[in-house]
Structure formats: structure tokens, C-alpha cells
């Protein structure tokens, strides 16, 4: 069946990938990498927030998600000689040292694996609501990392993994972006996705409408874990290189800050502030530098840009609890009707 | 036939019994009624039936098999639905999805066609769709489709909590002080509401009441329940002259 909204649909999408397809040629590498990381954390934001903004989950644990899908697919792309010069401490664990598969399957298991232990962790804490859930996925998170940092022969621990392939291009990042909303709106619309929202709305009442609490909530870790697993795995294949501290708490909170900014449980909202406050984190670097106001020069303090973040979530908070889109979404009748007052004013 | 029985079922917080030895009957097609002062036990009662307490002891039967320990979604799956004492709307979303989501537990779906959108699965929800507009049709609150559930007017939200019970197809509906807040006119027309959805749904009503004259008007048998104890049973007419209960509501005269 072609209807009108469909058209408008494949429509928009077409713009935006031509619109990419224009930047990739014409941008410069820095930018590009920009463009990149938009994409990743749009996989990202949406993967947390069909934990805390569909679920009503608040769960810390991100991070750790990502590091299981960054490794899995590192591991995977690796070349055996990659391996060998990587794992010079140690060797490498003798089932992995000589397999080699392509990127996008290895994404894929990533993604799975990430699913598989995020499902697991998840099962023994559900029980737990609000702040004790967010203490625990926290821990759990943080299990990974130490867990990851020291297995030597598996993750080849504080050392890291060096020289991956730089195989994530804007065609994946966005391509699976892309794919990632879709895939939101069409779970958000689906009787599974209400049930969900029905959980975030009152657990109580959804329980007693015949939702099985447990069955929907792992549910929402594992779709949450999967994607999260897959943009840790094109983050590291962005990056060339991955080691345990990279997925400390710091990188659950950026992409809490995109969702809480968006506006918790709103798809359009987390992709505008995906790609803002990853534009944003890029362009306010200069804040860590040397920065000469003309009657006096501030000497580089690291980290100020996160400190400026920290204050806009504060604010945000405060002032405007809901976000940028609350728990609205931009959807072809919301803009047919944005258009049509549009179109009334001018006349 | 009996549709709901419980033996014995006690209930015990601790050192605080709140529910003692509570024998009681629900026929089918019943409407009985529970009542009784504050803190006497009566939503302990339902939170039991419905899985959400475990009883001490004692145990429930509905239709001849034992919920006794089942989970919550699974009783309601087996027929038992319920509102609650302070209405518990999916507030954020819409009258119709609030019904929607009540048909959930009965979709046979699984998660990826859902999500695919299978023609199989597009079918289902357009049968869901078209049952909870004829629901909402049959409650009077059609024309509400759209609205936010929290945007309702009090006795309206009262009605969708009904309505959201009734989609998921119980044979027994328990109704947890359905006429709190309401003024009289619409005690009034929620007794006859009562009677009629019993008629339409075919199903029998356990309901805790405050307000007498909705209860003496719809309930065919009351129990009533004092300090978790039943003190009185039987029609209307015999609970309004037991000397226990007089006793029970206003105190005995010295």
C-alpha cells in the first residue's frame, strides 16, 4: 500500500542522505568526523532512551553496553597480524586469534552481544526502580570496564587496541541512523512500545492491565543494549583505537545529556540534540585552551567545555524539565500542520 | 455457579493482621459489594485477589482454579480486572491508547513482526483499534478518542479506568470505590453504569463502596469488613438493620 505519508516519508529520507552525500564530498576531514560522531550518538541517544524515556528505567550503565559491542566488533575486524602486534603482552586467546569477518557482521554480533549481556545484567536488577537501578546499572557499567581491563588475553586490557581499521564511513553511521529511527517510531507505534510506555506511566496499573512487567522491561535492555552495542562498535572503528577508559562514566553522561536535552521519551527530540551537543562539544573547545579576553589570559583548563555542559543541564532541569521536544514528536501531520499556520500568517 | 471464592484468607503485615479468616463468595453474574470503615481491609482484599499481595494464608479460587500465588498479569489474564481507589490513568497518553494497551496482554504477536509491521500483525491492531473504539463508544467517551487521559473531567477518568478493565476482557471486575469524588447525579448514573456493563459484558462485580446509597442501590450481597475481620454478610436490607455494623459505622450508644 502507497499512501501520501509514505511518500513524504522516503521524501525526507532521500533529502537527508543527498544532503550527506553533498557534505561527504565537500567537507573537510575534521568535519566529517563530526558528521560521524552525529551519527553515533543519534544510535546512541535513541538506545538510552528506550530505557529511560520509553521505559521510565533510568539506568547509568551505557557505557558498559558500548564497550561489549566496541570490543566484540574490534575483535573481529582485527587482521591476525593486527592481533599480533596488539597483543605483545600477552597473546591473544588461541579460538580468536585467526578470525577475520567483515565489518557490518561484525557490527551485528557486537550489537548482539551487547543485547545478550545487557539482557543478562538487567534480569537480576529489575526488581530495583528509580535511583537503586541507576546505582546498580552504574555498577555493572563499571564490572565491564575493570572486567575488560583485565583480561589480557581477550581485550588485551589497559593497553588497549590499537590501529583498528577506520572503517566507519557517514554511509554506515548514517545509513544505520537512519535505520534507527525508523526502527524507533515503528516500536513507539507498535502495541509493544505503548506497553512500554504504559510501564514508564504507572507500573501498578500496567501490571493489573496484564503487562508482564519483567518480560517488557528486559525487554527495553536488550533493543537499549543492542543499538548501544552497535555505535560503540562504529566508535571504535571511527577512532582506531579503544581502551577501558574510554567507557567510563563520562560517555553514559553525554549521551544522558543528549536525551535529557531532547526531551526524555522523544524520538525527533534526542536526534536534534544528538547533533547539536555533538557539534557543540566540538566547537567549544577552545573553551579548554588558552583563551585571551584582551585584559587577561585564562591559561587551558581541560575540561571546561564539560563544565559549560553541566551548567546547560542544570538549566535545563530547572527551567524547562521536559527538554527541547518534552514528549512530542516532529511527525509529517505535526509539520503539515507547522506549515499550514505558517502559510495562514503570511496570507 | 461461583465464580470467585476465597477460604480463609488472612493477611498479616508483621504484627498487624489486616485481613483476618475472610471467607467470601461471588456468584457469577453477582454484583456483591465490601464494606466497611477505613483501614478495615477492603483494598488489601482486592491487592490479594489480584496478585499484588501475597496472603499469608488461605487461599483464592476463581473458576474452580487456585491464583492463590500467581503474578498480577497473569491473573488478569485469566479474567480478573480491577480499577483503582486513586484512579491510575496512563496519564501522558491518549483515551485511546489507555484501552489500547489493555488489549496487549491479548495480542499473539511477537515482539519482531510488531515492530516489522507485518500485514498479520497490522491486521491484529486494526482489530484492537476497531474493539476499543466500540468500547469507548459503549462508555460514552468516543468523542474523548484524542484527549489525554489526564484532561478528562474526574467522573470521565473514572469511566476510562472502567473501560480499561472491561478491554481486557475479565469475567470478574473489581471496582475499587468507583463513586469516591463523584457528585450525586453522577452516583447515580455510575449505578446504573454498573448494571448495565454487568449486562453487556456479561460478568459478575465485586465492588468496595463508601457511598451507601450506591451500594444498597446496585449490590445484590455485601460483606462487611471491620478491623479486617467480616463482622456481617447478606442483601441490603439485613445489612442496614445488623446492629454490628450500626455499631461498626457509628459507635455504640453508651
Known amino acids: 500500500m502507497i499512501d501520501k505519508k509514505n511518500i513524504i516519508r522516503l521524501g525526507l529520507i532521500l533529502l537527508v542522505l543527498a544532503v550527506l552525500t553533498i557534505l561527504n564530498n565537500t567537507m573537510g576531514k575534521y568535519e566529517i568526523r563530526i558528521l560521524n560522531l552525529a551519527g553515533i550518538y543519534i544510535i546512541l541517544g535513541l538506545s538510552l532512551n528506550v530505557i529511560n524515556g520509553f521505559t521510565g528505567l533510568f539506568s547509568l550503565g551505557h557505557a558498559g553496553f558500548m564497550a561489549i559491542g566496541a570490543y566484540t566488533s574490534s575483535l573481529l575486524t582485527m587482521s591476525v597480524i593486527q592481533k599480533e602486534s596488539n597483543f605483545f603482552v600477552e597473546p591473544i586467546v588461541p579460538w580468536l586469534a585467526n578470525v577475520q569477518i567483515g565489518f557490518l557482521p561484525a557490527l551485528l554480533f557486537g550489537g548482539i552481544l551487547a543485547a545478550v549481556l545487557g539482557a543478562m545484567i538487567a534480569a537480576p536488577i529489575l526488581k530495583l526502580t528509580d535511583d537503586y537501578l541507576a546505582i546498580a546499572t552504574l555498577g555493572f557499567s563499571e564490572i565491564i570496564r575493570v572486567i575488560f581491563t583485565n583480561t589480557q588475553s581477550l581485550t588485551n586490557g589497559a593497553l588497549g587496541i590499537k590501529g583498528l581499521t577506520r572503517y566507519t564511513t557517514v554511509h554506515y553511521t548514517w545509513g544505520i541512523a537512519i535505520l534507527t529511527i525508523l526502527f524507533m517510531f515503528s516500536l513507539r507505534k507498535s502495541s509493544y512500545g505503548k506497553a512500554l510506555m504504559a510501564i514508564r506511566e504507572d507500573q501498578t496499573a ?35 583505537t579503544i581502551d577501558p577508559l574510554m567507557f567510563r562514566f563520562l560517555l553514559t553522561f553525554n549521551v544522558l545529556l543528549i536525551v535529557v536535552l531532547g526531551g526524555i521519551g522523544s524520538i525527533s527530540g534526542t536526534v536534534i540534540s544528538a547533533i547539536v551537543v555533538t557539534i557543540m562539544l566540538e566547537w567549544l573547545r577552545f573553551l579548554d585552551g588558552v583563551i585571551d579576553l584582551g585584559f587577561m589570559t585564562i591559561q587551558g583548563i581541560p575540561g571546561l567545555r564539560m563544565v559549560l555542559f553541566s551548567l546547560l543541564l542544570m538549566v535545563v532541569i530547572i527551567f524547562k524539565q521536559n527538554g527541547l521536544m518534552g514528549r512530542d514528536e516532529i511527525t509529517i501531520d505535526s509539520l503539515g500542520g507547522f506549515f499550514a499556520r505558517f502559510r495562514k500568517k503570511e496570507a | ?205 465485586l465492588m468496595i ?35 454490628k455494623v450500626i455499631e461498626a459505622y457509628l459507635g455504640v450508644e453508651e
Open chain 1, 206 to 240: 500496567a501490571e493489573a492491565m496484564g503487562i508482564n512487567l519483567f518480560k517488557h522491561k528486559l525487554l527495553a535492555f536488550t533493543i537499549g543494549s543492542f543499538f548501544a552495542g552497535i555505535g560503540g562498535g562504529l566508535l571504535a572503528h571511527l577512532m582506531g
Open chain 2, 209 to 243: 463502596e463508601h457511598h451507601m446509597q450506591v451500594i444498597m442501590g446496585v449490590c445484590e450481597h455485601i460483606y462487611v469488613l471491620d478491623y479486617g475481620i467480616k463482622i456481617a454478610e447478606g442483601n441490603p436490607g439485613v445489612i442496614q438493620n445488623d446492629p
Open chain 2, 1 to 205: 455457579m461461583t465464580i470467585l471464592r476465597t477460604n480463609n484468607l488472612t493477611m498479616k503485615f508483621g504484627g498487624l493482621t489486616a485481613v483476618s479468616d475472610l471467607t467470601l463468595e461471588v456468584p457469577e453474574q453477582g454484583i456483591i459489594g465490601l464494606i466497611g470503615p477505613n483501614g478495615a481491609g477492603k483494598t488489601t482484599v482486592f491487592n490479594m485477589i489480584t496478585g499484588v499481595y501475597k496472603p499469608t494464608s488461605g487461599n483464592i479460587l476463581f473458576n474452580n482454579t487456585d491464583i492463590t500465588r500467581m503474578e498480577p498479569h497473569v491473573i488478569t489474564k485469566n479474567g480478573i480486572a480491577r480499577t483503582f481507589q486513586n484512579i491510575r490513568l496512563f496519564k501522558d497518553l491518549s483515551v485511546l491508547d489507555n484501552v489500547m494497551i489493555a488489549n496487549h496482554l491479548r495480542l499473539d504477536s511477537n515482539f519482531f513482526s510488531a515492530v516489522a509491521r507485518t500485514p498479520g500483525y497490522r491486521e491484529k491492531e486494526e482489530g484492537i483499534r476497531k474493539k476499543s473504539l466500540e468500547l469507548l463508544d459503549q462508555v460514552g467517551l468516543l468523542e474523548f478518542k484524542d484527549t489525554k487521559s489526564t484532561a478528562l473531567p474526574y467522573g470521565k477518568q473514572r469511566k476510562l479506568e472502567i473501560a480499561r478493565a472491561l478491554a481486557t476482557e475479565p469475567k470478574l471486575l473489581l471496582l475499587d470505590e468507583p463513586a469516591a469524588g463523584m457528585n450525586p447525579q453522577e452516583s447515580i448514573e455510575l449505578m446504573a453504569f454498573i448494571k448495565e456493563i454487568r449486562n453487556r459484558f456479561d460478568l459478575s462485580i
